[in-house]
């Protein structure tokens, strides 16, 4: 599977983007897609999981003003995020999870600042 994250880029705190990841194949079946980040000299941490149901799980960080979702139809996962903080910087990725394997795009990255 080959995922492609996009809408990263430099918005004031307080504002809203909303993350794309497309994927090369149906994620029907797989079993969790998964947003993670990494902000500079920081360890990648997990932000939000979408299982195959529809069940959605995240980080204490972020809840309340991000939302995952999923569209079936398109392939593509969404991590809409509201009411941004400077805290919120960091290199996105999608990761996508199944029994034996997993798969990671390329990252897209997420500038907060006035």
């Known amino acids: 599977v080959q995922l492609q994250a996009s809408g990263g880029g430099l918005v004031q705190p307080g504002g809203s983007l909303r993350l794309s990841c497309a994927a090369s194949r149906s994620i029907f079946s797989i079993n969790a897609m998964v947003w993670h980040r990494q902000a500079p000299g920081k360890q990648r941490e997990l932000v939000a999981v979408i299982t195959s149901s529809g069940t959605t799980t995240y980080a204490d960080s972020v809840k309340g003003r991000f939302t995952i979702s999923r569209d079936n139809a398109k392939n593509t996962v969404y991590l809409q995020m509201n009411n941004l903080k400077p805290e919120d910087t960091a290199v996105y990725y999608c990761?996508?999870?199944?029994?034996?394997?997993?798969?990671w795009g390329q990252g897209t990255q997420v500038t907060v600042s006035s």
């Open positions: 990761n996508a999870v199944m029994v034996a394997e997993s798969y």
